[in-house]
T-cell receptor, first 118, second 113 residues
Framework: EPEVTQTPSHQVTQMGQEVILRCVPISNHLYFYWYRQILGQKVEFLVSFYNNEISEKSEIFDDQFSVERPDGSNFTLKIRSTKLEDSAMYFC????????????????FGPGTRLTVL | GNSVTQMEGPVTLSEEAFLTINCTYTATGYPSLFWYVQYPGEGLQLLLKATKADDKGSNKGFEATYRKETTSFHLEKGSVQVSDSAVYFCALQFSGGYNKLIFGAGTRLAVHP
């Protein structure tokens, strides 16, 4: 069964360093998402991406964050200069379509990358 | 704003016990409601959904009913198994647009033999 994969599973970095989190969405999916979960807190939406551009982003997704689909398979989240408060589990998700008026959009999630900023 | 509130965990049960995990939501409009489950070391998986008021979602013995009058979507299972041990997330989503999910904090369930 197709699945979303993420690498690495755990990333440790020093404050101020750049990190790139990688995701391989399901191959026929067109819509891509990043979420994060700070330990003990809610899973929060960061950004959605479609047709090679950001379609929606949250207030968390500031200028330190960027996303890219550099080839036909990978979807990356870059944090330019990490802060302590960026420590979290980052989940990538993909979906085949968006919902219509009476339907829903099933998003398929990867296992997450745990980012630890020291 | 739109939000989801779940009961805090962990919830610890014996095998074959009845499970309820409470979820309430605040929303401007009529969202679809979901329960996602995360087993250890895995990603979030859709467990069940309901797209309109009074709909009942069900899967793997779990059920939840979309209650508009109480803005709730409580998860229930009549007889839990050790294999149900996981973290359960309630979420809402509005149709149209790019459909971000709004999650609750998650509730950890531990089932003991």
């Amino acid at each position: 069964e197709p699945e979303v994969t993420q690498t690495p599973s755990h990333q440790v970095t020093q404050m101020g360093q750049e990190v790139i989190l990688r995701c391989v969405p399901i191959s026929n999916h067109l819509y891509f998402y990043w979420y994060r979960q700070i330990l003990g807190q809610k899973v929060e939406f960061l950004v959605s991406f479609y047709n090679n551009e950001i379609s929606e982003k949250s207030e968390i997704f500031d200028d330190q964050f960027s996303v890219e689909r550099p080839d036909g398979s990978n979807f990356t989240l870059k944090i330019r200069s990490t802060k302590l408060e960026d420590s979290a589990m980052y989940f990538c998700a993909s979906s085949e379509r968006t919902s219509g008026r009476l339907s829903y959009n099933e998003q398929f999630f990867g296992p997450g990358t745990r980012l630890t900023v020291l | 704003g739109n939000s989801v509130t779940q009961m805090e965990g962990p919830v610890t049960l014996s095998e074959e016990a009845f499970l309820t995990i409470n979820c309430t939501y605040t929303a401007t409009g009529y969202p679809s409601l979901f329960w996602y489950v995360q087993y250890p070391g895995e990603g979030l998986q859709l467990l069940l959904k309901a797209t309109k008021a009074d709909d009942k979602g069900s899967n793997k013995g779990f059920e939840a009913t979309y209650r508009k009058e109480t803005t709730s979507f409580h998860l229930e299972k009549g007889s839990v198994q050790v294999s149900d041990s996981a973290v359960y997330f309630c979420a809402l989503q509005f149709s149209g647009g790019y459909n971000k999910l709004i999650f609750g904090a998650g509730t950890r369930l531990a089932v003991h033999p």
